[in-house]
């Protein structure tokens, strides 16, 4: 474990895995610091959601370090306590609870997966409501709150599933292609939204939509065949030519 690990939200080194032989991440090193949101491009199979999934630990690397908040080894842990540990995933898909208020939705998820249904029967304390409050501002839906979630359009059901992992407070939050089937305003709503959101904690979002990668103005990680093959700002990631070869100009 480097110096590095300290200071750093997330560390890793060196990380590979394979499925049947296939590396499917190789040698893969990428360091995140407190406060910092990271742009995560690339071809398909380039192993982002496999990255995902080693931090998150779905998948156990078969070599290599994964250090989260300077000093927690991920891979001594299982999913469930990296959950607990503070790193929230939302994967690309929106999985709200239709049947329930955007508002229970919200409280269903402060309240954890324990103590979800007792929550919603018990009243809330002063500190529950304003952090609702707060996350429905945040998520821009606290003119939905009383609305069933199956009323929401795509983009605000993905919005509230934000939301949802925002209520468990995470230190850092890895969001895949949150973009996807949005209008063009959700979309770049959702730019101004998640960089509301990483001041005050660490993100990771895997996107495709190089128009929204632009508005989130972040440091952006190219990967290809499971490693790092340029990071840097969009404009020069988006000019290397290695990049435009395996993934922009396709
Ligand atoms: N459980 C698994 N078993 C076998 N192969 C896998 C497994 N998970 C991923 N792979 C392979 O690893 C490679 C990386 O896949 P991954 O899904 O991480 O890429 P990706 O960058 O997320 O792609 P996309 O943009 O299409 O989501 C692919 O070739 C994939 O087929």
Same mark, same amino acid.
């Given at each position: 474990m480097s110096a590095k690990t300290t200071t750093s939200i997330l560390y890793l080194d060196g990380v590979s895995v394979s499925f049947d032989g296939f590396r499917a991440i190789n040698n893969l090193s990428l360091v995140l610091e407190p406060g910092e949101m990271r742009a995560i491009i690339g071809p398909n199979g380039a192993g982002k959601t496999t990255m995902m999934d080693i931090i998150t630990g779905k !998948?156990?690397? %078969?070599? /290599?370090?994964?250090?989260?908040? /300077?000093?927690?080894?991920?891979?001594?842990?299982?999913?469930?306590?990296?959950?607990?540990? @503070?790193? /929230?995933?939302?994967?690309?898909?929106?999985? =709200?609870?239709?049947?329930?208020?955007?508002?229970?939705?919200l409280v269903l998820a402060l309240a954890g997966p324990r103590k979800a249904i007792p929550a919603l029967f018990h009243r809330q304390t002063k500190a529950e409501r304003e952090r609702i409050d707060e996350i429905l501002q945040t998520i821009r839906l606290t003119a939905r709150r009383d609305e069933l979630a199956a009323a929401l359009s795509h983009g605000q059901k993905q919005w509230l599933e934000i939301g949802m992992l925002l209520a468990q407070d995470p230190k850092l939050l890895l969001v895949d292609e949150p973009v996807a089937g949005m209008t063009d305003a959700e979309t770049e709503e959702t730019a101004r939204l998640l960089?509301?959101?990483?001041? !005050?904690?660490?993100?990771?979002?895997v996107e495709? %939509?190089?128009?929204?990668?632009?508005?989130?103005?972040?440091?952006? !990680?190219?990967?290809?065949? @499971? !490693?790092?093959?340029?990071?840097?700002?969009?404009?020069? =990631?988006? @000019? %290397?030519?290695?990049?435009?070869?395996?993934?922009? /100009?396709?």
């Open positions: !998948t156990r690397p %078969d070599e /290599g370090e994964v250090f989260f908040d /300077g000093r927690v080894d991920l891979t001594k842990h299982d999913e469930s306590e990296i959950a607990m540990l @503070g790193i /929230g995933r939302k994967f690309q898909k929106p999985t =709200v609870f239709e049947s329930h208020t955007v508002e229970d939705n960089r509301e959101i990483a001041q !005050t904690r660490s993100v990771i979002v495709h %939509d190089m128009q929204f990668v632009r508005e989130l103005d972040v440091k952006v !990680t190219c990967l290809h065949e @499971g !490693t790092v093959l340029a990071e840097g700002s969009l404009d020069q =990631v988006s @000019g %290397d030519s290695r990049v435009i070869e395996v993934y922009l /100009g396709r």
